[in-house]
């Protein structure tokens, strides 16, 4: 066989050798199985590494689990197995450049990621290929919480059909190469070529796509193509020496609410949970509580290289076991914001990217369009710990505040029914009626703090606020609840809203989004001090809300101080024990 269907390409750094890219440990430990060949190609020297693994088979869980109910002469048992794959590395000289293959399902684990360019893959796609023939593309939005976004259109689609935001840090795209729809090219940290027709790559075929594959990668056609790439820039290996200082100077200093933690790809929840060692519990997702690493003892011995070599492992909970080969190092499992001679820069994936400064500013200038609103003095510094929760909760300000102003409805827990769904949504924390002539206040309550809530805020307000103007089962639930109040406000507010959705005016509401945060701060927290990424998402709901649909009359946001006499207690996890 002297032709193949697909194959794939890392590129390695300026200055890497055969030797230098490879992990010499991991290659220690093939044993007597493994093989190495030099070779040239055209001219170019090639060298080829092969091995093979052998991996001891044994009944399933399920089965043992089925045979725990058997009778002795039912039970069902097969003899013992190993399964034997074989993988290798190609590498190859192209110019002055090496290229690297990883074959098999191993191939990979004798690669030093560090030696390659993150970006070769995607970026060469884009030059490729263009932005129409787009079949999928993968993202991810760093925020408190990290999204992880995949997206498949049915046919060759140009880039507007599948709605990349501004924000998202694309990752991969698979596309048809431009003017060859036989041939697609799926890019990410690595290229693969795919031929559609009958005649495959041959040898001579493949070191031509080579060649253009590293001559393509140098081009800046992707900057016209897909502009919204350029809003998150590499950055050179001095600055992110800088940069990884900064990060363990805050993980020594326990300022675990400037990061989270979150695996680098999109791991099916009803596959994977995640352990901290081969042998460990497994839980259902990341948290620096759960890190050996991060405990108290170990903090000031943490360093880049700590972080780097330790590895969080994929656990399969229907094999019952950690799944070895399912792993990412600690490191790239932290996203994490920080400033830096008045750039801003973001980790995530392992991977620093420099905000693209126009990109920052434009955010800034639009923040100068909300409001900063200060709330009475008489609703500041309320103690918001829950007895009976054992922490502090937004819930306890809500009462409060309710409690002391007659012209405040709550809706916190107030599970409201929308169209099509069952009754477990809410509209809003607060509905205040402000005085007549006036627009009702929609407020949104969360705590300023490490958690993923600033986001959640301002999701929830567009989601709900759009759901008040559209749909007429949630607008009816919200009316039915505030008639429930004994409040005598009620008759005001009832009337201040429509019957019918359709009829509702947007622009007697006012949408309020409220940050509660401890007083003993040493100063007031602006929107300035918000994370990034919760900027740019406090934007889009005032760009949402306000200048799209439904046009609410106004949006703001306020700073409140509280008094929060406990450290949040630590939520329990749902996690099994690895057999």
């Avoid at 999204?147 to 501004?166: A, F, K, W, Y």
């Avoid at 002391?404 to 827990?413: G, L, P, R, V």
């Amino acid at each position: 066989m002297d032709e193949i269907g697909q194959f794939s390409f890392y590129l390695a750094n300026e200055k890497e050798t055969f030797d230098s890219v490879l992990l010499s440990d991991k290659l220690s430990q093939k044993g007597a199985t493994l093989q190495q060949i030099d070779f040239e190609k055209d001219g170019q020297k090639a060298r080829f590494y092969c091995f093979q693994t052998k991996n001891p088979k044994s009944d399933p869980p399920w089965l043992k689990f089925i045979n725990s109910q058997l009778s002795e002469e039912n039970k069902i048992a097969y003899k013992a197995s190993k399964s034997i794959n074989t993988s290798g590395v190609l590498l190859l000289e192209c110019g002055d450049s090496v290229l690297a293959s990883a074959l098999g399902v191993s191939g990979a684990s004798l690669l030093n990621n560090e030696k390659f360019k993150y970006d070769f893959g995607i970026r060469t796609a884009m030059n490729m290929c263009g932005s129409d023939g787009l079949r999928q593309a993968k993202s991810r939005v760093h925020s408190k919480t990290t999204t992880h976004i995949d997206r498949q259109v049915s046919q060759p689609s140009e880039l507007n059909e599948l709605g990349i935001m501004e924000t998202e840090m694309l990752q991969y795209i698979s596309a048809n190469l431009k003017g060859n729809p036989l041939v697609s090219i799926q890019g990410k940290n690595n290229i693969t070529i795919k031929i559609n027709s009958k005649k495959k790559l041959d040898w001579k075929l493949l070191t031509d796509y080579a060649a253009q594959f590293i001559k393509a990668y140098s081009k800046n056609d992707f900057k016209k193509a897909f502009p919204e790439y350029l809003n998150f820039q590499p950055v050179p290996t001095s600055i992110q020496d800088e940069l990884n200082n900064l990060l363990i100077a805050d993980i020594q200093n326990k300022n675990f609410h400037k990061f989270h933690m979150s695996i680098p790809e999109f791991i099916s929840d009803d596959e994977y949970g995640f352990c901290y060692s081969e042998k460990g519990d497994a839980y259902s997702y990341l948290s620096h509580d759960d890190v050996p690493t991060f405990d108290d003892a170990k903090l000031n011995d943490v360093t880049i290289e700590t972080l780097k070599g330790r590895k969080v492992y994929g656990y399969s909970f229907a094999d019952s076991k950690v799944h070895k080969f399912k792993n990412w190092s600690l490191y790239s499992c932290i996203v994490y914001e920080t400033t830096y001679q008045g750039g801003h820069y973001v980790l995530s994936g392992g991977i620093w990217q420099k905000v693209d400064d126009s990109f920052y500013n434009s955010i800034q200038v639009y923040l100068n369009k909300i409001k900063d609103i200060s709330v009475d003095k008489e609703y500041h510094d309320m103690n918001i710990y829950c007895t009976k929760k054992g922490n502090n909760r937004e819930s306890v300000f809500n009462e409060l505040y309710c409690a002391k102003n007659k012209n405040a409805i709550k809706f916190d827990q107030s599970y409201l029914a929308m169209e099509g769904t069952s009754k477990n949504k809410e509209f809003c924390d607060i509905l205040e009626f402000v005085a007549d002539k006036q627009p009702l206040n929609i407020i949104h309550v969360k705590q300023y703090s490490g958690k993923s809530g600033i986001n959640y805020l301002f999701s929830q307000a567009r989601f709900y606020g759009e759901a008040f103007a559209t749909d007429q089962t949630f607008l009816t639930s919200i009316k039915e609840h505030i008639n429930k109040s004994t409040k005598a406000i009620k008759a005001k507010i009832l009337a201040s809203i429509a019957d019918e959705a359709k009829d509702l005016d947007a622009k007697r509401f006012n949408v309020c989004l409220w940050l509660l945060y401890d007083k003993n701060l040493k100063t007031k927290p602006t929107m300035k001090d918000l994370p990034f990424m919760a900027q740019y998402d406090l934007k889009m709901t005032h760009k949402r809300l306000i200048d799209q649909l439904p046009k609410f009359c106004d949006l703001s946001i306020s700073f409140i101080p509280v008094e929060r006499p406990h450290t949040q207690k630590k939520q329990p996890k749902a996690k099994k024990k690895s057999s």
